[in-house]
């Protein structure tokens, strides 16, 4: 049972637009929403986190919304640019045991035309 | 500069043939893990070490071993390599495990290929 999830495999914006992420989630237990970017033959890289006890954070072009009710995530970046092409990661944080434990979802793929 | 380094970054080997991913990383940093990523499965855990001797189970972990000797090494054990795992594989660590929303480094992934 996927406990994140991000529903669609792929999103194409044009550059200058908002580019919006979605990401789902089942367990309410999660502590921390991450996002995370990764470009081929690369690691993911930390993009953008939210702390379940908030429902918006801001980082330049980047912002996480959060909707504890509806279970929901999304990433906003605005404007969107070339550079901004990559995979992005869902991620939930939560603490099982000793292991702070990172569940990720299946990963979006943005494409950003010039 | 920060990093966590992992080798080789690609292998191609045959069915049981004993093989060790190598990560390090220069962070002292003291949670360390291992993920695998697959086609429409995202990335999921295999082990963890929370420090230096102290290693556990993630979600993936039949068929893989780790040893923590030390604080910036945690390598991967394919004792008897089988192909279903072939797969991309990340090495992360982090300061504290405990540190909720503490975001991992992620070393840039080893694709192994077994036949």
């Known amino acids: 049972d996927q406990q994140v999830k991000q529903n669609s495999p792929s999103l194409s914006v044009q550059e200058g637009r908002i580019s919006i992420l979605n990401c789902d989630y089942t367990?309410?237990?999660?502590?921390?929403f991450l996002w995370y970017k990764k470009y081929p033959a690369e690691g993911p890289t930390f993009l953008i986190s939210i702390s379940s006890i908030k429902d918006k954070n801001e980082d330049g072009r980047f912002t996480v919304f959060l909707n504890k009710s509806a279970k929901h995530l999304s990433l906003h970046i605005v404007p969107s640019q070339p550079g901004d092409s990559a995979v992005y990661f869902c991620?939930?944080?939560?603490?099982?045991?000793?292991?702070?434990?990172?569940?990720f979802g299946k990963g979006i793929t943005l494409s950003v035309r010039p | 500069e920060a990093q966590v380094t992992q080798n080789p970054r690609y292998l191609i080997t045959v069915t049981g043939k004993k093989l060790t991913v190598t990560c390090s990383q220069n962070m002292n940093h003291e949670y360390m893990s291992w993920y695998r990523q697959d086609p429409g499965l995202g990335l999921r855990q295999i082990y963890y070490s929370m420090n230096v001797e102290v290693t556990d189970k993630g979600d993936v972990p039949e068929g893989y071993k780790v040893s923590r000797k030390e604080k910036r090494n945690f390598p991967l054990i394919l004792e008897s390599p089988s192909p279903n795992q072939t797969s991309l594989y990340f090495c992360?660590?982090?300061?504290?495990?405990?540190?909720?929303?503490?975001?991992?480094?992620f070393g840039d992934g080893t694709r192994l290929s077994i036949l």
């Open positions: 367990n309410s237990m999660f502590d921390y």
């Open positions: 991620a939930a944080s939560i603490i099982t045991g000793a292991n702070s434990k990172l569940t």
């Open positions: 992360a660590s982090s300061s504290s495990d405990r540190v909720i929303g503490q975001p991992q480094h």
